[in-house]
């Protein structure tokens, strides 16, 4: 007999949204961006996002949440309220059940092409070869703050997270022209990063070609490997990249 259980905990207030701005304002949102993240709380999550979507002009945007009281919310990004140009603010109050509804992002399955990386610095030569240079034919990129939960100890077998950023390199396609494009794009942008990409991988966000060598440990792989065989040597639990036997 197999079982799981889950506890149920009170939803806490929800503030949250995207804000956006002409890609000229990209070293003022990026200032911001690590200036709130340098300080924020556990409880406030900010996306960096720049967008360069087909047929429509750049553009630079952040995305946040923030469990708790929407004013104390609103405070933490104020400094956002100072940037010219906003063209588009969907911060509001929330409930639990729309926090999917910040970033808006298709829930219909399509072509995806993500890499995703960690990253250890967000300095002025990462931010030219993220936010400046030429990414075509990506669509996006996105820098998502850690920390808070993520850095703390855990039981578990995935040992806390040090670097302060992931990062996710968009796109999407599916005829082999334009993958083979977006793949050497990726690989460009990573190898221009050198050794602000620290290797590891959260387990969640692995893509084609990436394997669990780069989420666990090798003693961690190995003792992961022994419990698979010892108790599902049938492979009756399965995920898109397997705890191999």
């Known amino acids: 007999m197999t079982a799981v259980e889950f506890d149920l905990f009170a939803a806490p207030a929800l503030f949250g949204g995207l804000i956006a701005w002409p890609a000229e304002q990209t070293e003022a949102v990026r200032d911001a961006f ?4 340098d300080h924020a709380p ?11 979507l087909p047929q429509a002009p750049p553009v ?3 995305a946040a949440a923030y469990l708790g009281e929407p004013a104390r919310g609103r405070d ?3 400094r956002l309220d100072t940037i010219d140009g906003i063209l588009a603010d969907t911060r509001r109050e929330l409930g639990p059940a729309e926090l999917g509804a910040i970033v808006n992002e298709p829930t219909a399955p399509g072509p995806g092409l993500l890499r995703t990386e960690l990253l250890t610095a967000l300095d002025e030569t990462a931010a030219e070869i993220l936010l400046h240079a030429p990414i075509d034919p990506l669509m996006g990129i996105q820098l998502r703050q850690l920390g808070g939960a993520l850095a703390e100890p855990t039981r578990g077998a995935v040992p806390p997270f040090a670097e302060p950023y992931a990062l996710s390199l968009q796109a999407v396609g599916s005829d082999p022209d334009t993958v083979a494009a977006v793949h050497a794009t990726q690989k460009r942008i990573i190898t221009d990063l050198g050794a602000r990409v620290s290797g590891r991988k959260p387990y969640t966000v692995l893509s084609a070609g990436d394997s669990v060598a780069e989420v666990f440990d090798t003693g961690t792989l190995d003792r992961l490997r022994k419990l698979k065989q010892a108790r599902d040597p049938h492979g009756v639990f399965r995920a898109n990249f397997a705890i191999p036997h």
Do not use: F, K, P
Not at 34 to 37: E, G, L, P, V
């Open 34 to 37: 690590q200036d709130i993240t």
């Open 42 to 52: 556990g409880e406030l999550t900010v996306w960096l996002n720049r967008l360069e």
């Open 60 to 62: 630079i945007a952040i």
């Open 76 to 78: 933490l990004l104020r």
